[in-house]
Structures are given as C-alpha cells and as structure tokens.
C-alpha cells in the first residue's frame, strides 16, 4: 500500500508560477513511476505528467513546456513545478503511483492521492 499527500495548491494569477509536492509513505518510493493528473469542473480527469523509476518524464502536450514533473527518492517525494499558468489549468491536481514495467504510462494507476486545489485567476 502507498499513502499519497499532496501539497502546494492555490490561487495564483495568470502568468504566476506554483510548486506542487506529493510526499508518499508505505512501500518504496522508488519502485513506483509517479503521475500527475488533473480534473477540472464538469471536465474528465486527465494526464498531466509523470516520472518513472527511471527518472525518464513524460508530459501532456497542453502543458508541455511550462510544467516540470521532479522526484526526490531520498524524500520519498514528487513535485510538479507550474510556470507560465493559464486560467484552464485551473483543476484539482492529483497524485498518483504504479508499478510501471513498460506500456501506457498515462493510465492504470494504482494509488491516488486526495487532490489540492489550483485556481488560475485571469
């Protein structure tokens, strides 16, 4: 079992930046590729990013350039650093973990954490 916390969300004007964390306890972090997802109101959610246990990264093209997807093994933490926000991507930010041996990074994910709240103010 892994236990997932998220932190760092907020209210941030456009242009602004923001850090997400999502620390992790329970089995060994480093075992785990990492994701962030996002879900905005009335929308599905989505793949925003992760990392795997090889610290290689993949993103979303609605965000790549301006988000950078971290982990601290040592930390047993992953972070999402936003730049550049724009008013849609405003969306509960959430943190998810997967035994990853290859395949669709992007889905079937095993832990979830509860999600912190980004609101990009225009």
């Known amino acids: 079992q892994v236990h997932l916390v998220e932190s760092g969300g907020g209210l941030v004007q456009a242009g602004g930046s923001l850090r997400l964390s999502c620390a992790a306890s329970?089995?060994?972090?480093?075992?785990?590729?990492m994701g962030w997802f996002r879900q905005a109101p009335g929308k599905e959610r989505e793949f925003v990013a992760a990392?795997?246990?090889?610290?290689?990264?993949y993103y979303s093209d609605s965000i790549k350039g301006r988000f950078t997807i971290a982990r601290d093994n040592a930390k047993n933490t992953v972070y999402l650093q936003m730049n550049s926000l724009k008013p849609e991507d405003t969306a509960v930010y959430y943190c998810?973990?997967?035994?990853?041996?290859?395949?669709?990074?992007?889905?079937?994910?095993?832990?979830w954490g509860q999600g912190t709240q980004v609101t990009v103010s225009s």
């Open positions: 329970g089995r060994k972090f480093s075992n785990y590729a």
């Open positions: 990392i795997d246990q090889s610290v290689t990264t």
């Open positions: 998810a973990a997967k035994d990853y041996s290859g395949g669709r990074i992007t889905v079937d994910y095993d832990y």
